[in-house]
């Protein structure tokens, strides 16, 4: 199932799975107070047609933002939800049961929801810090597939040889689900932080 994890994320259900790392909820929302910084950003996806594992390509497909009001989640960068994080990472992968948040865990978090045409979204009131900064949306997957066409056939003083296949390719659009992921630093209260948030799928 791909990217489970963020089913966990705006299901909020709750569980008494033991923690490896343990949840403070009162030191969380203190994290969280007495802010006059910002985070304003863009939320999108850009469809990665040709990658090469391992290799980085530079990705010239268009932006596709994320739709007028969709949610951004921003959660604390605190030890807690990086093992979180993490663990929910694995488990997708692995196509394993996600990790639920703890009792409590879903007040530390704020949401908000893109307000514009091109994914644009703010939260203000917060204090400096890091962050991650999440969210889902549908967009449009390029994909492709070879077919046969004929065989060219090969002959040498009248003597058939051998025949190749005859290939073309065709692409055609799904609709797939992007999983924007980004991790942000406020340095000073006050500041006001632009974040792109894109689909971890995307390169550059």
Known sequence: MKKIAILVLFGFYFSGISQEVAFNKEETLKLMSNGKSTIEGVVFAKDNTAPI????????????????????????YTAYFQYWLDYNKKAAKRNED?????????????????????????FTGLPAGEYFLISEFNFIRTKSTTRVEGYTHTYLGGMYIGSAPIERIYHYNVNDMAFAIKKVEIKTNGDVVKAKVRDTDSLF
């Open 98 to 122: 996600p990790l639920p948040l703890p009792e409590g865990a879903a007040e530390c978090l704020l949401k908000t929801a893109v307000k514009g045409q091109k994914g644009e979204f703010e």
């Open 53 to 76: 594992k391992g290799i980085a390509i530079i990705n010239i497909n268009k932006k596709q933002f994320a739709p007028q009001g969709t949610e951004v989640v921003l959660i604390p």
